[in-house]
């Protein structure tokens, strides 16, 4: 199942300008058109000095990677972080929790946002960041979040874990999947081969049902890998076929 770089909606507002994997509903009783855990990632450039408005929204674990620039992350609980260029940031979001977001310099800053369904509701609203450099993430999947914050990752409230790899060109990674475990792989820069189909900037793949998640890089390039679980009761990838091209 392949999402193409293409097929992403594009929203421009301002100096803000999003493409969204995955369409968001129209309203209520719009079936979510995730994947398992992953209700949204979301490629983001926003403008020198743009902020966005104070919004509230709903439970989620959202956790974000700045490519390039600079944010700063302010809520209602008096929490303020300045984010920088190869920084990840994670925070839990409970609902009605009022936040907002800054540029707070004179470049355009790219960013990643990942965005999760806790295994629970009414999450204590919380945040942490931390850098992950490129000789961290090169040549193999550094792990950046999970669920027991091991090796230094970001601590996440569900069962899923985030890598990052930064891969010169012929370099192979593999990353076992058992079972019960799904994957969604994310190309943030140039082409990889999965599974004998080429991915190129911006596109995305889910696999559900195999072993291993098995890529090579074409050239210099970057991932994001979500390993999630995968039970019975989670929607299933089929009815967002329509959404999907291969």
Same mark, same amino acid.
């Given at each position: 199942m392949v999402r193409r770089a293409a097929t992403r909606q594009h929203q421009r507002r301002r100096a803000k300008e999003s493409w969204l994997t995955f369409a968001p509903p129209t309203s209520s009783l719009t079936p979510r058109a995730g994947f398992d855990a992953l209700d949204q990632l979301v490629e983001e450039r926003c403008g020198p000095h743009s902020s966005s408005a104070p919004a509230r929204g709903?439970?989620?674990?959202?956790?974000? @990677?700045? =490519?390039?620039?600079? +944010?700063? @992350?302010?809520?209602?609980?008096? %929490?303020?972080? !300045?984010?920088?260029?190869?920084? +990840? =940031?994670?925070?839990? !979001?409970?609902?009605? !929790?009022? %936040?907002?977001?800054t540029n707070p310099s004179s470049q355009w800053t790219h960013l990643f946002r990942l965005w999760l369904r806790p295994s629970q509701i009414g999450l204590e609203p919380s945040a942490e960041h931390r850098r992950f450099s490129a000789a961290e993430r090169s040549g193999a999947l550094r792990l950046i979040a999970s669920p027991d914050a091991r090796d230094g990752s970001l601590r996440l409230h569900l069962d899923a874990r985030l890598y990052s790899a930064v891969l010169s060109s012929g370099q192979h990674v593999v990353h076992e999947l058992p079972s019960d475990r799904s994957a969604w792989l994310h190309v943030v820069a140039g082409e990889i081969t999965l599974e004998g189909q080429i991915l190129y900037t911006g596109d995305s793949a889910g696999l559900v049902a195999e072993r291993v998640v098995s890529l090579t890089a074409r050239g210099n390039a970057e991932i994001l890998l979500l390993d999630l679980e995968h039970p019975h009761h989670l929607n299933s990838p089929e009815p967002r076929t329509e959404q999907e091209t291969t």
């Amino acid at each position: 199942m392949v999402r193409r770089a293409a097929t992403r909606q594009h929203q421009r507002r301002r100096a803000k300008e999003s493409w969204l994997t995955f369409a968001p509903p129209t309203s209520s009783l719009t079936p979510r058109a995730g994947f398992d855990a992953l209700d949204q990632l979301v490629e983001e450039r926003c403008g020198p000095h743009s902020s966005s408005a104070p919004a509230r929204g709903p439970d989620a674990e959202v956790v974000t @990677y700045v =490519h390039s620039g600079s +944010f700063t @992350y302010r809520d209602d609980t008096g %929490r303020a972080e !300045l984010v920088q260029t190869g920084e +990840f =940031h994670r925070m839990a !979001l409970c609902r009605g !929790l009022r %936040r907002s977001e800054t540029n707070p310099s004179s470049q355009w800053t790219h960013l990643f946002r990942l965005w999760l369904r806790p295994s629970q509701i009414g999450l204590e609203p919380s945040a942490e960041h931390r850098r992950f450099s490129a000789a961290e993430r090169s040549g193999a999947l550094r792990l950046i979040a999970s669920p027991d914050a091991r090796d230094g990752s970001l601590r996440l409230h569900l069962d899923a874990r985030l890598y990052s790899a930064v891969l010169s060109s012929g370099q192979h990674v593999v990353h076992e999947l058992p079972s019960d475990r799904s994957a969604w792989l994310h190309v943030v820069a140039g082409e990889i081969t999965l599974e004998g189909q080429i991915l190129y900037t911006g596109d995305s793949a889910g696999l559900v049902a195999e072993r291993v998640v098995s890529l090579t890089a074409r050239g210099n390039a970057e991932i994001l890998l979500l390993d999630l679980e995968h039970p019975h009761h989670l929607n299933s990838p089929e009815p967002r076929t329509e959404q999907e091209t291969t």
